[in-house]
């Protein structure tokens, strides 16, 4: 499941993610009906857009069949599946699982063979990723690759301040919340911020360039297959 952000802007990160899971020898299929998972509509109170999207799903997908996993390079994407939809009175999809999940929890691999140039990394873990506990997967697979070293900064549970609409409706404090935590990044001595959820790192990488602050932003799954390529 590509997710709309990638879809719309972030290609590469659907490239890396297909490179990643062919890499474990997994055999990859792209239902090309997807549109979005139905979080926005979801979180914006509108249930009943959010449910025809989860019905929609639930047949490209497959989901109500005992079938192959869904695969998403998304925390949020994959806690709506697994967490929103049976809040609409649909099954939860419990075949879904963000990447990094995946990787440790089905294929058992808890390293990743690989290295990359040196760098120093900030982990920032997703909201979303706490409800589904897969950001310690993420750190794992991190932490074991060449040439990643992973600052602790500040407070790394904190919101980076995106919330989905919440950037859109309460802007002042959305930009607030990220620019204190790109400050704690920056006081570690982070060069790189990654994460597991693109719209985390859109909205950061936004407070970045509008504010000239030196920090690059990358995705996990581009991570792992730079490494790979290594």
Not at 109 to 133: M, N, S, Y
Not at 136 to 161: M, T
Not at 221 to 229: C, F, G, H, W
Request: hydrophobic residues 40%; negative net charge.
């Amino acid at each position: 499941m590509l997710t709309c952000l990638c879809d719309g802007v972030a290609g590469d990160v659907g490239i890396a993610t297909v490179t990643v899971l062919e890499h474990l020898g997994c055999e990859v299929s792209f239902p090309s009906e997807q549109t979005c998972c139905g979080q926005p509509p979801f979180n914006g109170g509108d249930w009943v857009t959010a449910k025809e999207i989860a019905v929609r799903n639930v047949e490209v997908f497959s989901l109500a069949d005992e079938y192959d996993p869904v695969v998403t390079p998304s925390t949020s994407c994959a806690a709506m599946l697994r967490h929103g939809y049976p809040m609409l009175s649909m099954p939860a999809a419990s075949r879904a699982y963000e990447l990094c999940e995946f990787i440790v929890d089905v294929l058992g691999r808890d390293e990743w063979q690989g290295e990359i140039p040196a760098r120093h990394i900030g982990l920032h873990e997703a909201c979303h990723g706490r409800v589904l506990g897969t950001n310690g997967h993420q750190r794992k697979l991190l932490e074991s690759i060449s040439g990643a070293e992973l600052i602790p900064f500040g407070s790394d549970e904190q919101c980076c301040g995106f919330g989905g609409s919440f950037c859109t409706t309460h802007g002042k404090v959305s930009e607030s919340i990220g620019l204190e935590k790109l400050q704690q990044l920056r006081d570690a001595g982070v060069e790189q911020v990654v994460s597991g959820d693109m719209g985390c790192l859109l909205h950061l990488q936004g407070l970045i360039d509008r504010n000239g602050i030196e920090l690059s932003t990358l995705h996990i799954a581009q991570v792992l297959a730079e490494a790979i390529s290594a």
